[in-house]
C-alpha cells in the first residue's frame, strides 16, 4: 500500500496529510475521489436532498471586495422582492416537494429588514404547514435577531467564513470593524448557541491562497465541528476590486478541480456532515454540481429565483441558469442528478445527521 493510499484509509488528518490530498493529481486523484464517495454511501447515504434557492434582495451594506452585488457597485440595479413573489416562490418549492428553501440576501440590519424576514418566516411556515425546511443565508446580525428568527421558523443558516486565515480574511475585505474575522467567528458563535443548524465555508482559488491555507480551512471547518458547508471556487467579477488580482489567479479549470477535491477531502474528515454542491461549480463547468455529488456532497440548491431579478444578482461572472425559469431548471436538474447515481429525497428536510446526532 502506498502512502498515499494509507492516509485515504485515516479517520483523523493532520495537515500535512490535507495538503497531500489537496495535491494529489492523475491516478492519486481518482483514488481519493473514489474513497471520499465511499465514504459518503457508508455515512449519509446515496440521497441528495433539495434546497430551493430564493435571492430575495441584493441590497446589501457591506463591500466584500469580491462580491458582484457589493455595496459600492454602483451598476447593480438593486431590487428587493415583494413578500408576495417570496411566498409564490417558497409555494413553488412546497408544491414540487422540495424539502427546503434557501432565502438569501445582502447583508441588512435594520428593524424593518429584521422583522419582515421574521413575518415572512411565519407564513411560510404557514403555507406549507410547517412542511418546508428554512435556512437563512443573510448575513451577520445579533444573537437576539438570529434567535427571533429561530423562534419564527429558521432551523439552519449559512455563514461562510471566506477564508479562516485571519490575514488572508483581511485582504479580500475592506478594513474596518465591519468587515472584521473576529466579527465573523462571533457570528458563527452565535448562531451555534441560538440552535441553528450551522453552516459555514470557504471560497477555493481567492487570490494570495494557498494549499496550506485550504488545508487548515478544513481544520477550521471540523475544529468548530460544523454541521453543514458550502464551499466553491471563488469567480472572479470584474466591476469588484478583487478583479485587479486576476493574473495571479489559478485558471478556472484548477480552481474547479482544486474545489473537487476540498469536497472530496472534507467528506473524508467530516463523514456525516451535510455538503453542498456550490453554484459556483456549473459557472465552471455545465456539470460542475453534479461531479461534486458524486465524489462527495449531498446537498443541491436549485435556483428558484424569478428570471426578472436573476441577472441582477451576479456575484461573479458567468453565473449559470440567468434565463431559465423555476420549473426547467428543476427537470433539468433531475435528468442530471439521476444520471450521477443519485436518489433525488423529495419533500424531506435532509437535515444534517452531524448535527442530529449531537443533539
Ligand atoms: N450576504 C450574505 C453573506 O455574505 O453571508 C449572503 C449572500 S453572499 C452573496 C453568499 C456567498 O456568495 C458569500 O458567502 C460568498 O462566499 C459568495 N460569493 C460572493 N462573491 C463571490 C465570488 N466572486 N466568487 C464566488 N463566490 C462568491
Ligand atoms: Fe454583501 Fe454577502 Fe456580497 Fe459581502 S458577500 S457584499 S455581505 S452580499
Same mark, same amino acid.
Given at each position: 500500500?502506498?502512502?498515499?493510499?494509507?492516509?485515504?484509509?485515516?479517520?483523523?488528518?493532520?495537515?500535512?496529510?490535507?495538503?497531500?490530498?489537496?495535491?494529489?493529481?492523475?491516478?492519486?486523484?481518482?483514488? %481519493?475521489?473514489?474513497?471520499?464517495?465511499?465514504?459518503?454511501?457508508?455515512?449519509?447515504?446515496?440521497?441528495?436532498?433539495?434546497?430551493?434557492?430564493?435571492?430575495?434582495?441584493?441590497?446589501?451594506?457591506?463591500?466584500?471586495?469580491?462580491?458582484?452585488?457589493?455595496?459600492?457597485?454602483?451598476?447593480?440595479?438593486?431590487?428587493?422582492?415583494?413578500?408576495?413573489?417570496?411566498?409564490?416562490?417558497?409555494?413553488?418549492?412546497?408544491?414540487?416537494?422540495?424539502?427546503?428553501?434557501?432565502?438569501?440576501?445582502?447583508?441588512?440590519?435594520?428593524? !424593518?429588514?429584521?422583522?419582515?424576514?421574521?413575518?415572512?418566516?411565519?407564513?411560510?411556515?404557514?403555507?406549507?404547514?410547517?412542511? %418546508?425546511?428554512? !435556512?437563512?443565508?443573510?448575513?451577520?446580525?445579533?444573537?437576539?435577531?438570529?434567535?427571533?428568527?429561530?423562534?419564527?421558523?429558521?432551523?439552519?443558516?449559512?455563514?461562510?467564513?471566506?477564508?479562516?486565515?485571519?490575514?488572508?480574511?483581511?485582504?479580500?475585505?475592506?478594513?474596518?470593524?465591519?468587515?472584521?474575522?473576529?466579527?465573523?467567528?462571533?457570528?458563527?458563535?452565535?448562531?451555534?448557541?441560538?440552535?441553528?443548524?450551522?453552516?459555514?465555508?470557504?471560497?477555493?482559488?481567492?487570490?494570495?491562497?494557498?494549499?496550506?491555507?485550504?488545508?487548515?480551512?478544513?481544520?477550521?471547518?471540523?475544529?468548530?465541528?460544523?454541521?453543514?458547508?458550502?464551499?466553491?471556487?471563488?469567480?472572479?467579477?470584474?466591476?469588484?476590486? %478583487?478583479?485587479?488580482?486576476?493574473?495571479?489567479?489559478? !485558471?478556472?479549470?484548477?480552481?474547479?478541480?482544486?474545489?473537487?477535491?476540498?469536497?472530496?477531502?472534507?467528506?473524508?474528515?467530516?463523514?456525516?456532515?451535510?455538503?453542498?454542491?456550490?453554484?459556483?461549480?456549473?459557472?465552471?463547468?455545465?456539470?460542475?454540481?453534479?461531479?461534486?455529488? !458524486?465524489?462527495?456532497?449531498?446537498?443541491?440548491?436549485?435556483?428558484?429565483?424569478?428570471?426578472?431579478?436573476?441577472?441582477?444578482?451576479? %456575484?461573479?461572472?458567468?453565473?449559470?441558469?440567468?434565463?431559465?425559469?423555476?420549473?426547467?431548471?428543476?427537470?433539468?436538474?433531475?435528468?442530471?442528478?439521476?444520471?450521477?447515481?443519485?436518489?433525488?429525497?423529495?419533500?424531506?428536510?435532509?437535515?444534517?445527521?452531524?448535527?442530529?446526532?449531537?443533539?
Amino acid at each position: 500500500m502506498t502512502n498515499f493510499q494509507k492516509i485515504l484509509l485515516q479517520t483523523d488528518f493532520s495537515r500535512d496529510d490535507l495538503v497531500t490530498l489537496l495535491s494529489s493529481e492523475g491516478d492519486e486523484r481518482q483514488q %481519493l475521489f473514489h474513497r471520499a464517495q465511499s465514504v459518503k454511501l457508508q455515512a449519509v447515504g446515496n440521497k441528495v436532498y433539495f434546497r430551493g434557492l430564493v435571492e430575495f434582495s441584493n441590497i446589501c451594506a457591506k463591500d466584500c471586495l469580491y462580491c458582484g452585488i457589493r455595496k459600492s457597485n454602483e451598476k447593480v440595479i438593486r431590487y428587493e422582492a415583494t413578500d408576495e413573489e417570496i411566498l409564490e416562490t417558497c409555494r413553488f418549492a412546497w408544491e414540487n416537494r422540495f424539502g427546503s428553501v434557501v432565502l438569501q440576501s445582502g447583508e441588512l440590519s435594520s428593524p !424593518t429588514f429584521v422583522n419582515r424576514i421574521d413575518l415572512l418566516l411565519q407564513k411560510i411556515k404557514q403555507l406549507s404547514n410547517n412542511e %418546508l425546511g428554512i !435556512t437563512l443565508s443573510c448575513g451577520e446580525q445579533s444573537i437576539e435577531t438570529y434567535r427571533q428568527w429561530k423562534e419564527s421558523g429558521a432551523h439552519r443558516y449559512l455563514l461562510r467564513i471566506e477564508s479562516s486565515n485571519p490575514d488572508l480574511y483581511r485582504r479580500i475585505h475592506p478594513e474596518n470593524d465591519f468587515h472584521s474575522f473576529d466579527r465573523r467567528l462571533q457570528a458563527l458563535q452565535d448562531l451555534k448557541t441560538a440552535g441553528y443548524q450551522v453552516g459555514t465555508g470557504v471560497m477555493i482559488g481567492l487570490p494570495f491562497q494557498t494549499t496550506e491555507d485550504l488545508a487548515n480551512d478544513l481544520l477550521f471547518l471540523k475544529q468548530i465541528d460544523v454541521d453543514m458547508v458550502g464551499m466553491g471556487p471563488y469567480i472572479e467579477h470584474e466591476d469588484t476590486p %478583487l478583479y485587479d488580482f486576476r493574473s495571479s489567479l489559478k !485558471t478556472k479549470q484548477e480552481r474547479f478541480d482544486l474545489a473537487l477535491k476540498m469536497v472530496a477531502t472534507l467528506r473524508l474528515l467530516m463523514p456525516e456532515i451535510n455538503i453542498a454542491a456550490a453554484t459556483a461549480l456549473q459557472a465552471i463547468d455545465p456539470a460542475g454540481r453534479e461531479k461534486a455529488l !458524486t465524489i462527495g456532497a449531498n446537498i443541491i440548491m436549485p435556483n428558484l429565483t424569478s428570471i426578472k431579478y436573476r441577472k441582477e444578482y451576479q %456575484l461573479y461572472e458567468d453565473k449559470p441558469c440567468l434565463d431559465e425559469d423555476a420549473e426547467l431548471c428543476r427537470n433539468c436538474l433531475e435528468a442530471r442528478i439521476e444520471l450521477s447515481g443519485c436518489e433525488i429525497g423529495y419533500g424531506e428536510w435532509g437535515d444534517s445527521k452531524h448535527f442530529i446526532q449531537k443533539s
